[in-house]
């Protein structure tokens, strides 16, 4: 059973930064793409940011610049560093990722809250 596990949410004030962590357990393999997603309230899901297994990266607008996403591989562990955090980044943030296979297996973390309010 795969299950990711996110942590570093919380409450900052508008500029601040955070960094979310997603860790991974259950015997899978390298996975395939992961990112983070996040979904604020009356809102549907939006993808922040995803990256490959080679490292290839895509960003939301809305992060760009001031959001970096990265990964661990040989952990099967991605993180989100945010900065500049704005009180519209206020979601829950979370962590999604794909397995190998026909149909691609997916999945997704619980789910951490990001609160940006001064």
């Known amino acids: 059973q795969v299950q990711l596990v996110e942590s570093g949410g919380g409450l900052v004030q508008p500029g601040g930064s955070l960094r979310l962590s997603c860790a991974t357990s259950?015997?899978?393999?390298?996975?395939?793409?992961m990112g983070w997603y996040r979904q604020a309230p009356g809102k549907q899901r939006e993808l922040v940011a995803s990256?490959?297994?080679?490292?290839?990266?895509n960003y939301a607008d809305s992060a760009k610049g001031r959001f970096t996403i990265s990964r661990d591989n040989a952990k099967n562990t991605v993180y989100l560093q945010m900065n500049s955090l704005k009180p519209e980044d206020t979601a829950v943030y979370y962590c999604?990722?794909?397995?190998?296979?026909?149909?691609?297996?997916?999945?997704w973390g619980q789910g951490t809250q990001v609160t940006v309010s001064s």
């Open positions: 999604n990722a794909d397995g190998w296979g026909i149909p691609r297996p997916t999945y």
């Open positions: 259950g015997s899978i393999g390298r996975l395939n793409n």
């Open positions: 990256i490959t297994l080679a490292g290839t990266i």
